[in-house]
C-alpha cells in the first residue's frame, strides 16, 4: 500500500503525555516527518528523520518509530499544542509524497 | 531564513488553466538536494501532494493528477510554478509551495518539507 493511515482525532488533558500514530508500508524504508497546522496557519515542520527537531520547536515534541508506524510524542501537552498532525513520507520507491490523513489534536 | 510566497490569480473558471508561481528568497533554487513542491489542502480537508520538481529539472507528480500537471523552474527569477489544466469546483483548495528534502544516509532515510509558503485560495467558479 501506498498510504499513511492515522486516527482522525486524540485528546490529551493538559500537561499530560500523547502519542499520535501513522501507519503505512513506506515507513519501513523512510522516516515520517511530522507537520503540526493549526486553524487558518499554514502547515509547520516539528519532527523530522530520526528524532530531530527544527529550531524553535519545543522539545516536548519527539518521534519515534517501530516496523511500520511511526509515532509523534507530546510530553506535557499545552494549550497551544492544539491543531492537526499529518505524517508524511516519500513512498519506497521515492517517487512520490505520502500524507497522512491527519489527526486533530484537542488539548481539555 | 528561506521563504516562500505563493502568488497568482484567486479566481478561475472551470475548464481554464490555473497558473501559479512560488517566489522563493534568501535561498537560491539551484541549491542542491531540494524537491521544490506543491500542496494543496480542499476547505476542511488533509494535505493533498500535487508534485514537485527537483532542482536539476526532474519532476514528480501526483498519479490522480498527472495528467492536468506541470511544474516547471525558472532559475533567473528563482522561482517555480504550477499550472493545473481543465480545472472543476473541484480543484478548489488552498495551494502551498514549500521545499522538500531528501536524505538517506546508512540506515536513516527521510523526507521532509522544512519551509512554506503562507497559501494562496484559489477558487474554481463561473
Known amino acids: 500500500s501506498s498510504e499513511l493511515t492515522q486516527d482522525p482525532t486524540v485528546s490529551v488533558a493538559l500537561g499530560q503525555t500523547v502519542r499520535i500514530t501513522c501507519r503505512g508500508d513506506s515507513l519501513r524504508t523512510y522516516y515520517a516527518s511530522w507537520i503540526q497546522q493549526k486553524p487558518g496557519q499554514a502547515p509547520v515542520l516539528v519532527i523530522y528523520g530520526k528524532n530531530n527537531r527544527p529550531s524553535g520547536i519545543p522539545d516536548r515534541f519527539s518521534g519515534s518509530s517501530s516496523g511500520n508506524t511511526a509515532s509523534l510524542t507530546i510530553t506535557g501537552a499545552q494549550a497551544e499544542d492544539e491543531g492537526d498532525y499529518y505524517c508524511n513520507s516519500r513512498n519506497s520507491s521515492g517517487n512520490h509524497v505520502l500524507f497522512g490523513g491527519g489527526t486533530k489534536l484537542t488539548v481539555l | 531564513q528561506v521563504q516562500l510566497q505563493e502568488s497568482g490569480p484567486g479566481l478561475v473558471k472551470p475548464s481554464q488553466t490555473l497558473s501559479l508561481t512560488c517566489t522563493v528568497s534568501?535561498?537560491?533554487?539551484?541549491?542542491?538536494?531540494?524537491?521544490w513542491s506543491w500542496i494543496r489542502q480542499h476547505p476542511g480537508k488533509g494535505l493533498e501532494w500535487i508534485g514537485d520538481i527537483y532542482y536539476r529539472g526532474r519532476t514528480h507528480y501526483n498519479p490522480s493528477l498527472r495528467s492536468r500537471i506541470s511544474i516547471s523552474v525558472d532559475t533567473s527569477k528563482n522561482q517555480f510554478s504550477l499550472k493545473l489544466s481543465s480545472v472543476t469546483a473541484a480543484d478548489t483548495a488552498v495551494y502551498y509551495c514549500a521545499r522538500g528534502f531528501f536524505y538517506m544516509i546508512i540506515d536513516e532515510g527521510a523526507y521532509y518539507f522544512d519551509y512554506w509558503g503562507r497559501g494562496t485560495l484559489v477558487t474554481v467558479s463561473s
Open positions: 534568501g535561498g537560491s533554487i539551484n541549491s542542491g538536494g531540494y524537491y
